[in-house]
């Protein structure tokens, strides 16, 4: 079971034992930025000058991917002009929060609990069902940012996430920020990928930036 970019940067945000979602706000702008960049390694859209165009409907087999792309497909068909990316990560990021965890809790690895404060409020909430998932991505991270691992498209591709919504706290909550940052640049920033995926990487990485950097002054 492959967790898609989205899904794994959810589960970096979700608190293991409370199921709340830490730094919500840049944690939606990273988590829309990483369904996109998933539908753009997929071949199903392309992000270029920082506008977005679909380019293949085919579905992908992932309910969180397909009713994105289904959704980006109708939405850019209104348009004269190819649209941003940044004005499609506005438009879904509250959304598409939901979406994930939806999805987490369908694929088993995250559960879902209800109660209401006071009698009167529905609280939810989203603890860990099974931790191996967050363990296996947390030891790729470490591996990648704290060891120097050889990149890989879908690791170089996250990171790239995380550094642009500026959410290195959910990956490293026990370092410094600036004892990884610097690597963390390096990664987004870096030659490691294909020539289409490090377009896609780095077209998104900037996309993030500006929707997190837009989401703080709101």
């Known amino acids: 079971m492959t967790v898609t970019l989205g899904e794994e940067v959810m589960l970096l945000s979700?608190?293991?034992e409370s199921g709340t979602v830490k730094e919500r706000?840049?944690?939606q702008c990273a988590v829309a930025g990483g369904v996109v960049?998933?539908?753009a390694?997929?071949?199903?859209v392309s992000v270029d000058q920082g506008r977005i165009t679909v380019l293949d409907t085919t579905p992908t087999g992932v309910r969180l991917l397909d009713d994105r792309l289904r959704m980006i497909?109708?939405?850019a068909a209104g348009k004269s002009r190819p649209p941003k990316v940044t004005e499609w990560l506005t438009k879904d990021k509250r959304k598409v929060l939901d979406a994930a965890v939806e999805s987490l809790v369908e694929r088993g690895l995250v559960s879902r609990q209800q109660h209401q404060v006071m009698g009167l409020f529905p609280v939810r909430r989203f603890p860990a069902a099974d931790g191996t998932a967050e363990r296996e991505l947390r030891a790729r991270l470490e591996e990648l940012?704290?060891?120097r691992a050889e990149p890989d498209d879908r690791t170089?591709?996250?990171v790239a996430l995380l550094h642009g919504a500026k959410l290195h706290r959910l990956a490293f909550p026990d370092l410094p920020?600036?004892?990884v940052t610097p690597r963390m640049r390096e990664i987004s920033e870096g030659q490691w990928a294909s020539e289409s995926v490090r377009k896609a990487i780095q077209e998104m990485h900037a996309a993030i930036t500006a929707a997190a950097l837009a989401t703080m002054w709101s």
């Open 41 to 44: 390694m997929a071949g199903r």
């Open 177 to 179: 920020r600036k004892e």
């Open 37 to 39: 960049l998933e539908l």
């Open 14 to 16: 979700l608190d293991g």
């Open 156 to 158: 170089v591709g996250l």
């Open 145 to 147: 940012v704290l060891r």
């Open 25 to 27: 706000q840049a944690c």
């Open 73 to 75: 497909d109708v939405w």
